[in-house]
């Protein structure tokens, strides 16, 4: 039956152990668009250990919430990286509240300083800033081949605001769910 409801967090440091949570009351608010800004999701855990509350709250942790029922497979609704955690007390709960941003560390870490000569191809600019954010690409096929950057182009930032700038050109726009990067065409709705 499909009436028990099941909720289960894990968190920790990406590519190690993460801390599982279940069985406790966990709400969670997951905000996602098809903009470039990081999806986001507020997590709210009741009555952590202090010690369990230290070990996921951390900055740059890694993060999946799974929904489902009890009687069937849960699905991974939410992943992403940790920018902040509390703990404070509500009554005679303790709450950790996390917000986590899909695809943050990868972003913020892909400063590029970069110039290219006349006619690089945007294509080429494309694939090299989202080669330094380092997330996984679905889209590329819409950047269409043979427009040029005929004066050059140079940019020195973080590779996100250069690779929205250069769809912008091919009147393109990407956006980051569940850390993989979708180019988008218009009103074109991301792949599930």
């Not at 703990?87 to 990868?106: A, F, H, P």
């Not at 009147?171 to 180019?183: G, P, S, V």
Request: aromatic share 8%; with cysteine; glycine share 10%.
């Amino acid at each position: 039956m499909a009436w028990i409801r099941k909720i289960e967090v894990e968190c920790g440091p990406k590519g190690g152990t993460g801390v599982k949570i279940n069985n406790l009351r966990i709400s969670f608010d997951v905000e996602k668009t098809d903009q470039p800004e990081p999806n986001t999701a507020k997590i709210q855990i009741y009555n952590l250990s202090k010690d369990t509350h230290d070990k996921i709250a951390t900055a740059g942790n890694h993060c999946t919430v799974s929904a489902g029922y009890a009687d069937e497979v849960s699905a991974a609704i939410v992943f992403g990286d940790v920018s902040s955690g509390t703990r404070k007390k509500s009554g005679n709960d303790y709450v950790t509240e996390l917000e986590v941003l899909d695809g943050r560390i990868s972003v913020m870490k892909s400063y590029v300083s970069a110039s290219y000569e006349k006619d690089t191809e945007l294509k080429t600019i494309a694939q090299d800033m989202i080669d330094a954010i380092g997330l996984p690409v679905e889209g590329m096929d819409l950047i269409p081949g043979g427009e040029m950057y005929e004066g050059g182009y140079a940019f020195q930032g973080i590779a996100a605001q250069s690779l929205e700038d250069v769809l912008w050109k091919a009147r393109l726009t990407y956006t980051i769910q569940n850390e993989m990067i979708y180019i988008l065409d218009g009103e074109q709705p991301v792949k599930n």
